[in-house]
């Protein structure tokens, strides 16, 4: 069964930039679009981008866009963080779909999910 996990968060201070990865254990991501949600304490996990399996089809939520850059290969998907602000500060993480990568991301949609990874964004 297709297994997925989060790499690359940390402290980041405000301006800065992050590259989160996620990577499948076992298969191959290469079959599945991807998303990348965030959750923080006391919010609702908030679908901020997806990608669809041939990089072709590329979504982002309101709130990212023009800062965030996802992107992918062969084996992994990155999603590149830059202008980060502390409200960007949350767990991090990605999922893997059935369906396709739309706009705006529903967690309904979404059938594998990483464990996250916690960025936060302070001075």
């Known amino acids: 069964q297709l297994q997925v996990a989060e790499s690359g968060g940390g402290l980041v201070q405000p301006g800065g930039s992050l590259r989160l990865s996620c990577e499948a254990s076992?298969?191959?991501?290469?079959?599945?679009?991807i998303g990348w949600f965030r959750q923080a304490p006391g919010k609702e996990r908030e679908g901020i981008s997806c990608?669809?399996?041939?990089?072709?089809i590329i979504h982002y939520a309101d709130s990212v866009k023009g800062r965030f850059t996802i992107s992918r290969d062969n084996t992994k998907v990155y999603l590149q963080m830059n202008s980060l602000k502390s409200e960007d500060s949350a767990a991090y993480y990605c999922a893997a779909t059935l369906y396709y990568c739309k706009i705006p991301l529903s967690r309904d949609d979404y059938d594998i999910w990483g464990q996250g990874t916690q960025v936060t964004v302070s001075s």
């Open positions: 076992a298969y191959t991501l290469s079959g599945y679009p």
């Open positions: 990608i669809n399996t041939n990089s072709r």
